[in-house]
Each structure stands twice: as structure tokens, then as C-alpha cells.
């Protein structure tokens, strides 16, 4: 049963963490352009002068707020309700980890004083290294950088050509 089970968690895992990097991939620019489009001065020296377990506490907030979207979203996909159930899935992870990204950002060195999280968290390292290790992360990879191009191509023709129409136009 041990032989069974430990292909299929390594597959759930890497499922898991591949949703989580695609969600990444777009949740680190918006908390970027959070982060330099608004102020939160006094906020962040808050968050910052926090100890390592208010740090900890806080920093779980949104977890374990926005993790119970992932249920409902199901719900709601499963009453025939697939748009919306997309929709509250990719707005609630999509916020989770914009949140979760910020603010540990902000409280990384007081977390990893605290031994539990500092040890999960090279856990963490260790199996995303593994995975994107993986032939099958890599040819996602390419197939993403391939993707990337070629709307990066097609939105330099729109830009061209709506420059040449206006141009034209004048």
C-alpha cells in the first residue's frame, strides 16, 4: 500500500505546486504593483517591528481565510455553476497569495527564527527544487517561455498597426 500511495503524493504534490507557480507567475507582479502604487507606510513598520510568532500569526491570516474559497469554488462548479466557480477559485487564490507573498516578504527573517517554519520552509525548497528539476517542468517551462513570445510578438503587430491607422488617420 506504502508503494502505492508514494507515487500518488508525489503527483498531487507536483500538481499542487504547479497550480501554485502558475497562480505565482501572475500574483508577483500585481503584489509588486501593490507595493509601489500604494503606501502603507505605517502598516508595513507595523508588520515589520512584529515578533516572530505575532509575525507567524499574522502572516497565517490569509490562509486561513481564503483557503476555504477552494471548497466553495467546487460547490459552485459542481452545481453547474463553472464560471463562477472558476472565477471565486482564481480571485480567491489569486489574493491569497498576493497577501501571502507580502507579507512574507516583510516578516521572512522573523519567521525562519522560529525552528518549526524555518524547517517547512526548506521542506518547501527542497521540493520545488526537486520539481522544477523534472524533465515535465522544464518542457512547461519552455511551452511557457514559447507562449510568452509569441504574444509578445502578436501584441508589437496590434501596437504597430494601430500606430500606422492613426498615423494614417492624421
Do not use: N
Not at 90 to 98: D, N, R
Not at 132 to 143: C, G, H, K, N
Amino acid at each position: 500500500m506504502k508503494r502505492i500511495l508514494k507515487p500518488v503524493t508525489y503527483i498531487l504534490a507536483a500538481i499542487y505546486f504547479l497550480v501554485d507557480a502558475v497562480f505565482m507567475a501572475v500574483a508577483r507582479p500585481i503584489a509588486r504593483w501593490i507595493g509601489r502604487h500604494f503606501e502603507f507606510r505605517r502598516l508595513r513598520a507595523w508588520i515589520r517591528a512584529l515578533p516572530p510568532y505575532p509575525s507567524l500569526a499574522l502572516f497565517s491570516v490569509p490562509v486561513i481565510i481564503l483557503e476555504p474559497i477552494k471548497p466553495v469554488a467546487a460547490y459552485l462548479a459542481a452545481t453547474g455553476q463553472v464560471v463562477g466557480g472558476a472565477a471565486t477559485f482564481i480571485i480567491g487564490e489569486l489574493l491569497k497569495l498576493v497577501l501571502v507573498e507580502r507579507l512574507f516578504h516583510l516578516t521572512r527573517d522573523k519567521l525562519m527564527r522560529i525552528p518549526a517554519f524555518a524547517w517547512a520552509y526548506g521542506k518547501f525548497t527542497e521540493m520545488k527544487a526537486w520539481l522544477q528539476a523534472t524533465e515535465a517542468w522544464r518542457a512547461i517551462r519552455a511551452l511557457a517561455h514559447a507562449a510568452k513570445d509569441s504574444v509578445a510578438r502578436a501584441r508589437a503587430k496590434l501596437v504597430a498597426s494601430f500606430s500606422r491607422l492613426a498615423i494614417s488617420r492624421d
